[in-house]
T-cell receptor, first 115, second 115 residues
Framework: DAGVIQSPRHEVTEMGQEVTLRCKPI?????LFWYRQTMMRGLELLIY????????DSGMPEDRFSAKMPNASFSTLKIQPSEPRDSAVYFC?????????????FGSGTRLTVV | AQKVTQAQTEISVVEKEDVTLDCVYE???????LFWYKQPPSGELVFLIR??????QNEISGRYSWNFQKSTSSFNFTITASQVVDSAVYFC????????????FGTGTSLTVIP
């Protein structure tokens, strides 16, 4: 089991540029979550999907952020245009919601720096 | 109000000392899950333990042990004979309900083990 795979691990971009973060969940998991971690706000949920459908995006900070899950094995989080305050570590996690016995697995995160 | 409170922001101990990390949670659900995650300097979130609300048995795994007390809404984590490799930020987290979809993370406790 390769776990939740996120790419890239590190991203440095200039303010105003578009940034796309990628996530491959664990095969068989039916829920996917995007979290953001900053010093000021800790770990906060941005959006989550059940069976590829966005369920709750109330944590998405503003319209510059968008997330898609075109199929069960892939999701993207896009920021356009990026701003310095978006600098954070972004985590993707997946789980099998019907039974938390299967747990909740986080990817290694993408450290985003917007300069 | 915070659903998960980790009152200890930073702790430093000398190697081989025991250390307890506190976690207090708040929920009205009768079914819920509590977690501990470790975040080493490399940044990934490493799952340590999951506990459901119906299982108050304490658990021991090597040098790690967890004390779950519903009466005080606490889920404390003890590291016995600490080692330098235990230096990390430790997060306590809560998922409410049987098919909960969102982690409520505490703000984390940064543990430094001094050689």
């Amino acid at each position: 089991d390769a776990g939740v795979i996120q790419s890239p691990r590190h991203e440095v971009t200039e303010m105003g540029q578009e940034v796309t973060l990628r996530c491959k969940p664990i095969s068989g998991h039916n829920s996917l979550f995007w979290y953001r971690q900053t010093m000021m706000r800790g770990l906060e949920l941005l959006i989550y999907f059940n069976n590829n459908v966005p369920i709750d995006d109330s944590g998405m900070p503003e319209d510059r952020f968008s997330a898609k899950m075109p199929n069960a094995s892939f999701s993207t989080l896009k920021i356009q245009p990026s701003e310095p305050r978006d600098s954070a570590v972004y985590f993707c996690a997946s789980s099998y919601v019907k039974s938390l016995t299967y747990g909740y697995t986080f990817g290694s995160g993408t450290r985003l720096t917007v300069v | 109000a915070q659903k998960v409170t980790q009152a200890q922001t930073e702790i430093s101990v000398v190697e081989k000392e025991d250390v307890t990390l506190d976690c207090v949670y708040e929920t009205r659900d009768t079914t819920y899950y509590l977690f501990w995650y470790k975040q080493p300097p490399s940044g990934e979130l490493v799952f340590l333990i999951r506990r459901n609300s119906f299982d108050e048995q304490n658990e021991i795994s090597g040098r790690y042990s967890w004390n779950f007390q519903k009466s005080t809404s606490s889920f404390n984590f003890t590291i016995t004979a600490s080692q330098v490799v235990d230096s990390a930020v430790y997060f306590c987290a809560l998922i409410e309900g049987d098919t909960g979809n969102q982690f409520y993370f505490g703000t984390g406790t940064s543990l430094t083990v001094i050689p």
